[in-house]
Nanobody
């Protein structure tokens, strides 16, 4: 029943920024942990960042210092602020509730060199 709708992706030049949003439904949102994953063409989906119900965040090493995950419990939305984007950040970014085994459709992020 948990559903995710990602948005905010697009085409950006290297060094630019994007903010992704993940609208969550069918969840006791404030009590759950969420994560962003990404999948580049021809690659597996990999974990990018997570945020616990407490607000504690964790990041993959390759985005530390550049990305920030946050949540708004009044909007049932998880965000991913992406700064200093690199071409290797290109991929489909999707959102999940930890433990659910379910992801959204994802939003495409393309970073040009």
């Amino acid at each position: 029943q948990v559903q995710f709708v990602e948005s905010g992706g697009g085409l950006v030049q290297a060094g630019g920024s994007l903010r992704l949003s993940c609208a969550v439904s069918g969840s006791t949102f404030s009590a759950k942990a969420f994560a962003w994953f990404r999948q580049a063409p021809g690659n597996r989906r990999v974990w990018v960042a997570s945020i616990l119900d407490s607000g504690v965040t964790n990041y993959a090493n390759f985005v530390k210092g550049r990305f920030a995950i946050s949540r708004d419990n009044t909007k049932n939305t998880v965000y991913l602020q992406m700064n200093s984007l690199k071409p290797e950040d290109t991929g489909v970014y999707s959102c999940t509730q930890l433990g659910s085994g379910v992801w959204g459709q994802g939003t495409q992020v393309t970073v040009s060199s």
